[in-house]
């Protein structure tokens, strides 16, 4: 109780666990698409662009990284990171840009379908 360390308040709380399945998959490629990047440089992206609502944490962002590249939607390759460490970073293949065209067009679908759900046209 008495040594516990505060955190810092955000505005509101981050999507911990909450985004729907394919998501952080879309949101890896899209990032992707700026060139390789390590797994830190891709969370800090996803972060900093959702202004922190969203956080990819070490437990999902590894699995998501590994299932994209077992997909062959991405490749890695061993670089060196920003202060001389080896580092894995991650580069979007072909058939990787061709998914985040077509995850991308099935996302923007979802949104305008729960958008209609949420807010109905007034009558």
């Given at each position: 109780?008495?040594?516990?360390?505060?955190?810092?308040?955000?505005?509101?709380?981050?999507?911990?666990?909450?985004?729907?399945?394919?998501?952080?998959?879309?949101?890896?490629?899209?990032?992707?698409?700026?060139?390789?990047?390590?797994?830190?440089?891709?969370?800090?992206?996803?972060?900093?662009?959702?202004?922190?609502?969203?956080?990819?944490?070490?437990?999902?962002?590894?699995?998501?990284?590994?299932?994209?590249?077992?997909?062959?939607?991405?490749?890695?390759?061993?670089?060196?990171?920003?202060?001389?460490?080896?580092?894995?970073?991650?580069?979007?293949?072909?058939?990787?840009?061709?998914?985040?065209?077509?995850?991308?067009?099935?996302?923007d679908r979802l949104v305008r379908a729960v958008n209609r759900v949420l807010r109905?046209?007034?009558?």
């Amino acid at each position: 109780m008495g040594n516990r360390k505060q955190v810092p308040a955000r505005k509101g709380h981050p999507l911990e666990g909450e985004m729907l399945q394919g998501t952080l998959d879309l949101l890896i490629l899209q990032t992707l698409i700026l060139g390789p990047a390590h797994g830190h440089t891709i969370a800090y992206i996803i972060e900093h662009r959702s202004e922190e609502v969203l956080q990819v944490e070490h437990g999902s962002r590894y699995p998501a990284l590994h299932r994209l590249e077992d997909r062959r939607w991405i490749a890695s390759f061993w670089g060196t990171s920003e202060n001389n460490r080896k580092a894995r970073y991650y580069r979007l293949t072909a058939a990787g840009r061709k998914q985040l065209v077509e995850h991308t067009s099935r996302w923007d679908r979802l949104v305008r379908a729960v958008n209609r759900v949420l807010r109905p046209a007034e009558e």
